[in-house]
């Protein structure tokens, strides 16, 4: 029997290099636009601005912005190195940033020299080129050996579309993953030391765990594929598993930057904690992304063999971690040693849960049944005299299920009533590791 393929485009990578204050940032905020997101609203939970998606006529990409990877203490020089060799890791096309209204500088030429040995297509921006008068000052930058210089203006949003035509000459012809549909693809994200390698070694170690060694070219080199109990797996490898030590991971922001890739490749994200060191923001902050990102999530409690418990401990703990990830309040927990290897077993029978209801469609008349008996029990809301009237909703995705509710107005829907309407859906159809999503739209 022929394997039917799950076509999953990855979206190319543009990352922003340039010495401190060309306006890459600037630059970035332009392109990504204002993404408002709703892991935003929850307290504690900011978004870093380094990594966003963004849009160019029929292009969809991901952008980074390496000046936002703080490098710590490293003198000046070095901090640009690392972060033009982030870029050289993780883009399909480097934008080289500089700033017009200065010249080529020494700091300039040192970030040319890196990217000359990397053999990733290099796009030089000519930046703060504000009005067209300015335009002769881009000649300069022609010495640095990167072809025609684009003049753009980052403050007044001039050139940006000459700068992605240019980048986007070189992305990739259909980036893909071509890992059968059938194959549930997960990740391990957590800080350092919490057990991500631990773990990856001890779900491998299984019994009855059968590790593929598929070389396809295609395939990330690092991903691990397995089967278990009939079931196909990959493993997607996440930050610091493979590379320790270097700046992988020492710079938090670019080991948050590896996990949200990972993340963007998997259904399935197991957030890592340490039972022994509790939550830190850091951990909220990638789990946040994961639900953004609308993947499945499990969250995993690492370390349970070290600490010291009686019969209340987990329920305590449990309850812990539902006050700090409130917006994870479908993702079931898993207590477990990666070191003793207890209740190791209970983790991949809950990925596939997860993974199930990630996928999972639900029948139209059903879902309007349920709908309708959440109308009759707790009436729709009303503003300004105008009451939201619900006329119909159908599920228009999976992973994570998507419902569209055909409304009269759809700023009627609030909030509240939302989500109401999803734990209505919720208790009916359960879901468990799975965000949902639902959309208002009127009905013509
Ligand atoms: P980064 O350090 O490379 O990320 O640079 P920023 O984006 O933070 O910008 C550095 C400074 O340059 C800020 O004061 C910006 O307002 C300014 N700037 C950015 N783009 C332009 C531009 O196109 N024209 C002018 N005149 N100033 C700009
Ligand atoms: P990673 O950085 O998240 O990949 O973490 P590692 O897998 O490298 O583990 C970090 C440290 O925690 C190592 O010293 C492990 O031996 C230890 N460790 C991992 N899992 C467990 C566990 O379940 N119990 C205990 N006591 N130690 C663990």
Do not use: C
Request: proline share 4%; glycine share 6%; hydrophobic share 40%.
């Amino acid at each position: 029997m022929k394997e039917r393929m799950a076509i999953i485009l990855v979206k190319p990578v543009i990352a922003i290099v340039g010495r401190p204050n060309v306006g890459k940032s600037t630059i970035f905020n332009r392109i990504v636009g204002e993404r408002i997101s709703i892991v935003e609203d929850i307290p504690g939970v900011t978004r870093d601005r380094i990594y966003s998606s963004g849009e160019w006529l029929t292009h969809d990409f991901n952008v980074i912005d390496t000046g936002g990877i703080d490098i710590g203490d490293e003198p000046f020089l070095e901090q640009i190195r690392q972060q033009a060799e982030v870029a050289i890791d993780e883009a399909d096309v480097i934008i080289f940033l500089t700033n017009g209204r200065e010249g080529v500088t020494a700091a300039d030429e040192e970030v040319a020299k890196i990217l000359y040995k990397s053999k990733k297509p290099i796009v030089l921006g000519v930046n703060k080129i504000d009005n067209p008068e300015m335009r002769e000052q881009i000649y300069d930058f022609y010495s640095l050996g990167f072809g025609e210089p684009i003049p753009v203006s980052g403050s007044h949003g001039l050139g940006l579309g000459d700068l992605l035509d240019e980048a986007a000459k070189y992305f990739p012809k259909n980036k893909q993953q071509d890992y059968e549909e059938d194959v549930i693809k997960f990740s391990l994200i957590g800080r350092p030391n919490v057990g991500k390698s631990s773990l990856v070694n001890a779900i491998l170690g299984e019994d009855r765990v059968i590790v593929s060694n598929i070389a396809g070219t295609t395939r990330d080199a690092v991903d691990s594929p397995y089967t278990y109990n009939g079931q196909k797996y990959v493993i997607i490898d996440t930050a610091g598993m493979r590379k320790k030590g270097k700046v992988y991971e020492s710079t938090e922001k670019y080991s948050v930057l590896r996990a949200l890739r990972a993340i963007e490749r998997s259904d399935v994200v197991l957030v890592v904690i340490n039972a022994e060191e509790g939550i830190i923001e850091q951990d909220k902050k990638i789990a946040g992304y994961a639900h953004e990102a609308g993947r499945a999530v499990v969250i995993v409690v690492n370390k349970w063999d070290a600490i010291e418990k009686d019969e209340k401990t987990m329920n305590e703990l449990e309850q812990k971690i539902r006050e700090h990830f409130l917006f994870l309040s479908y993702a079931p927990i898993v207590f477990l040693s990666a070191k003793t290897k207890k209740r190791i077993h209970t983790l991949l029978p809950m990925i596939n849960v997860a993974s199930e209801n990630h996928a999972m469609r639900v029948e139209t008349s059903v879902l309007n049944d349920i709908i309708m008996d959440a109308v009759a029990m707790n009436p729709t809301p009303t503003d300004k005299g105008r009451r939201l009237k619900i006329y119909y909703a159908t599920q228009v995705a999976i992973k994570p299920p998507t419902f569209v509710v055909f409304v009269n107005e759809p700023e009627l829907l609030h909030f509240s009533y939302e989500r109401f309407l999803e734990n209505r859906i919720r208790d009916s159809f359960g879901f468990e590791g799975t965000p949902i999503k639902i959309f208002a739209r009127e009905r013509k």
